[in-house]
């Protein structure tokens, strides 16, 4: 008997697999996380270039408010030789726990603990296109502004550029009004910091997230009452004090090129585990929620 064609049956099956090709389009779109290395290296924080062309006291002034306090007799080029003005300063200010995040310099020791910090900053100098030293024996006074400065605090030598620890200088800061006074004798990376003092119990923060590319996806641990931005790896933290609160976050970009961003606010708890819910952003929305940490 020959067979009558049946057109229901045939768009039956066309609807059949437009539904399942747009529903594997949207689970690819989100849940597939890629590098957002290119926002990152946009948005932090840019070297600034400053003139030292006087002997006077200074000081010379960043843009965030570091007061440098230098003349010429302090440095000296790599062969050990005086050098005379101008001199090229160098300075990365990084103060908010957004500018430490978007340059990815965590507050982490050289040991793996957690540090406490009061800013973190980038000072080199350069003469004729050359870096410079300071002299042995010599210092660069340097006022790092803060609306409470805690007292305890040390130098911190970063560890990388840019740093992923800090090894402790032991360097002693003064404080005053709006200030941390540091006195370092080195170039470089420098942070404000004292070690996080904890008695109670600490722990890893597990993360979980629903799609493939999880790697790639840049999460942060930013505590809440004070100064303090860990990066993770590998979807674990290191360890943290239970019983702290903290703001995480996420940021990524997905195959089609849109910002992905998590942000949640937690309380610290023996073996948590957070789940990314990685929601597709603007890139302003991206970084109003990173200036608002």
Not at 162 to 170: F, G, K, N, Q, S
Not at 186 to 213: A, H, M, P, R
């Amino acid at each position: 008997m020959k067979k009558v064609f049946q057109p229901f049956v045939l768009i039956c099956a066309i609807t059949s697999v437009l539904w399942v090709g747009c529903k594997s389009e949207r689970a690819e779109k989100g849940n597939s996380f890629e590098s957002a290395d290119a926002f990152f290296d946009q948005h932090k924080q840019e070297e600034q270039t400053l003139v030292l062309d006087t002997g006077g006291t200074g000081p010379i002034i960043g843009k965030m408010g570091t007061r440098i306090y230098a003349d010429s007799s302090i440095f000296m080029d790599a062969n050990g030789n005086d050098v005379s003005y101008p001199i090229i300063l160098k300075l990365i200010e990084l103060y908010p726990a957004g500018d430490i995040l978007l340059y990815r310099t965590p507050t982490i020791g050289s040991g793996g603990q957690l540090l406490r910090s009061g800013g973190e900053i980038k000072l080199t100098a350069y003469k004729d296109g050359q870096a410079l030293s300071l002299k042995p024996g010599k210092n660069i006074p340097v006022d790092m502004p803060s609306t409470n400065p805690e007292t305890g605090m040390t130098i911190f030598s970063g560890s990388g550029d840019p740093p992923t620890a800090w090894t402790d200088h032991t360097i002693a800061i003064q404080t005053t009004v709006g200030y941390y006074q540091a006195f370092p004798d080195y170039l470089g990376w420098i942070n404000c910091d004292k070690l996080y003092s904890f008695t109670g119990d600490k722990t890893n923060i597990q993360f979980e997230v629903d799609g493939t590319g999880g790697e790639n996806i840049a999460l942060f641990v930013v505590f809440d009452n004070f100064l303090s931005v860990l990066t993770v790896s590998d979807l674990l933290s290191p360890e943290v004090p239970v019983g702290e609160t903290v703001t995480i976050i996420g940021i990524a970009m997905d195959k089609q090129g849109n910002y992905r961003l998590h942000q949640s606010q937690e309380t610290i708890a023996t073996g948590m585990t957070v789940t990314l819910d990685m929601q597709e952003k603007t890139e302003q929305e991206v970084l109003d929620a990173v200036a608002a940490l």
